[in-house]
C-alpha cells in the first residue's frame, strides 16, 4: 500500500462496495472536486490496484446454486505435470477458483454446479479424465455464511 493516502484508500473501498458509483457521486463523498476523483481512479487503476470491474452474479437464479469444495492430491509431483494439471483445471467453468495449498493435498478446487446429478456428472466426465489426479476429497457447502469479494484495507 505504499504511495496510497487516505484518499486511495476511501476511493477504493467505496468502489469495492459499488464499482458503478460515478465520479460525481464519489468525488461528493470525499469533499473534492471530480477531476482529482477521477485523475486519482486513472492511477490507481494504472498502478495496478483496481485490476478490473466485474458483476456479481445470483448463482441460484443462473442455477449454479451448489457450491462445492474439492480437494485434490496428485501422483506425482515433477514440473511438467503440475503445470499440465494446473492448464486442465483452467479449462474448466465449473471451477471458479482453484488454490495450490499446503497439507495432505495439493490443491483446492471451489465448484459452482446445479445439484448433486451435476457435480456427479462433473466428476466422472471431466475431472476424473485429468491425468495425474491421486485423489480427491469433496466437501458440499449447506449454507452459506459469509460471502464478501472486498478487501480488508
Do not use: W
Request: hydrophobic fraction near 40%.
Amino acid at each position: 500500500m505504499e504511495n496510497l493516502d487516505n484518499i486511495d484508500l476511501q476511493i477504493l473501498k467505496q468502489l469495492q462496495k459499488n464499482a458503478h458509483i460515478n465520479t460525481k457521486e464519489l468525488a461528493s463523498m470525499l469533499f473534492l472536486t471530480v477531476t482529482p476523483v477521477y485523475e486519482r481512479i486513472k492511477r490507481l487503476e494504472r498502478d495496478g490496484y483496481i485490476t478490473k470491474y466485474v458483476a456479481l452474479l445470483d448463482k441460484k437464479k443462473l442455477k449454479k446454486g451448489m457450491t462445492v469444495f474439492c480437494n485434490v492430491r496428485l501422483k506425482e509431483h515433477a514440473k511438467n505435470v503440475g503445470s499440465n494439471f494446473v492448464k486442465d483445471i483452467v479449462a474448466l467453468p465449473e471451477i471458479i477458483e482453484c488454490f495450490n495449498i499446503a497439507g495432505d493435498y495439493d490443491f483446492m478446487l471451489k465448484i459452482l454446479v446445479e445439484d448433486m446429478p451435476s457435480y456427479q456428472d462433473f466428476v466422472m466426465n471431466k475431472l476424473s479424465t485429468i491425468e495425474n489426479i491421486g485423489n480427491t476429497q469433496s466437501i458440499f457447502v449447506m449454507g452459506e455464511i459469509k460471502y464478501s469479494t472486498e478487501l480488508y484495507i
